[in-house]
């Protein structure tokens, strides 16, 4: 890995060596095109995440011929067991594993350096260079350097926090989306018992959820999220829930027995980190002339879930697609951004249900419900499992209607 100082130009400068930002700037030295790859950490790098890996996740790794490589190192689980207040559990069927982000991430990096994209660490996007109100390179900085990168298009791929979105004009609500606070644990005796995905509803979790997923060698990714984290006010101004997510944290070793073991008799491998989210495809344009805005920056973690790596690949991905066919057609920057954003409008549909799916999250007792009836249902247990791959739509299970089927007597 790299700490060069970036070449003084280049068809596309991607900033943000994370899912989306890798993803992108592989498939488009692939298809030819002279990338430069930044970002402000040098790799490997710890990055706050559940580091789960649902289906397309596995799908997007599989485009980029890593999934081999990421498995081998990755601790596999067969389903996620879904927990709700009063205790009752589902196992919900999926192909799934957990990674850390510092190793996942680095082989996404690398595998884009293999491809040809040239890594510059650490260099932090400072602001966009513009000429005539396009943006014609950035302005990056490593230290107290400072140098300009000139590029025919940029793309960001900064995630969650908004900073480099607002410098770059594209931020339309810097508040997140939700926010969460995971660490690491250690704990050899769990680690022969918890082998699933293990999510979990409570009230005192309300408006979020807590989870455990088993990351091999007898370590777990323990932690707490919290949904719709942001209200806005008559002001115009958004304020963060009156939740405190350490005292979250604290609560999901209270009502959920295996976290409490986890964390009261495991070795914590260092302290919690809390980090935001951004959902659904919103809070950010997707694009201005000369610059294209990707992954979680532009809203790719899905809400209800907080799941973001599989949809940040994808939609690194698109945005390389868009860009490789402006450059072999020589199109300009409006038909290379609707392209772009035609592309992403086609995932919105997802996201939407996802949202809608949320309801869960505000009220607990939906999820009692939900699982009460799964177990009675191998029906049911295989929409569960769609929600998982996205073949079955999450919104519907807990809308009105959907509720209604729940309570009506089975046949």
């Known amino acids: 890995m790299s700490d060069d100082r970036p070449p003084a130009r280049c068809d596309v400068l991607v900033i943000g ?51 081999d490589e990421v498995m081998a190192q990755a601790q596999r689980a067969s389903h996620v067991g879904c927990v709700g207040p009063r205790g009752g559990r589902i196992d919900v069927p999926g192909t799934l594993a957990v990674l850390p982000r510092r190793r996942l991430d680095d082989i996404l990096c690398r595998s884009a350096v293999r491809a040809g994209a040239t890594l510059a660490t650490p260099w932090r996007f400072v602001a966009p260079l513009e000429d005539g109100g396009r943006v014609v390179g950035a302005r ?44 690491y644990v250690r ?100 694009g201005r002339p000369g610059l294209l805005v990707t992954g979680e920056a532009a809203g790719s973690t899905y809400a209800f879930t907080g799941e973001g790596i599989g949809k940040a690949m994808e939609t690194g991905l698109l945005a390389a697609q868009a860009l490789s066919r402006g450059h072999r057609e020589r199109l300009g920057d409006a038909a290379v951004q609707a392209a772009y954003e035609s592309s992403l409008a086609a995932l919105k549909p997802r996201f939407d249900t996802y949202e809608r799916a949320n309801r869960v999250n505000a009220h607990p007792w939906l999820a009692d419900l939900v699982i009460w009836r799964a177990r009675r249902s191998p029906w049911l247990v295989q929409r569960m499992a769609g929600v998982l791959d996205e073949t079955a739509d999450p919104g519907r299970l807990v809308s009105a209607r959907g509720i209604a089927k729940l309570l009506l007597p089975m046949r």
């Open 17 to 67: 060596a994370g899912p989306a930002g890798s993803a992108c700037a592989q498939a488009l030295a692939e298809a030819g095109l002279d990338v430069v790859l930044a970002d402000q950490h040098r790799f490997p790098r710890d990055k706050v995440c559940g580091d789960g890996l649902i289906p397309d996740a596995h799908a997007a790794l599989r485009r980029l011929g890593v999934h």
């Open 140 to 183: 990056l900085r490593s230290g107290t350097r400072e140098v300009e990168a000139g590029a025919r298009w940029v793309v960001l791929a900064t995630g969650a926090v908004p900073q480099a979105m607002i410098a770059a004009g594209v931020c339309r609500r810097r508040a997140p989306s939700a926010v969460a606070l995971r660490g």
């Open 187 to 286: 704990h050899e005796g769990l680690a022969v018992r918890i082998r699933a995905l293990e999510v979990v509803w409570h009230r005192r979790l309300r408006r979020g959820y807590g989870w455990i997923f088993p990351c091999g060698d007898g370590v777990f990714n323990v932690g707490v999220g919290l949904a719709h984290s942001h209200a806005t006010g008559a002001d115009g101004r958004a304020t963060m829930a009156d939740v405190n997510l350490h005292e979250m944290f604290a609560a999901f070793a209270d009502v959920y027995a295996p976290a409490g073991e986890l964390i009261r008799d495991g070795v914590r491998l260092g302290e919690p980190k809390g980090a935001p989210l951004r959902c659904s495809l919103e809070g950010a344009a997707f």
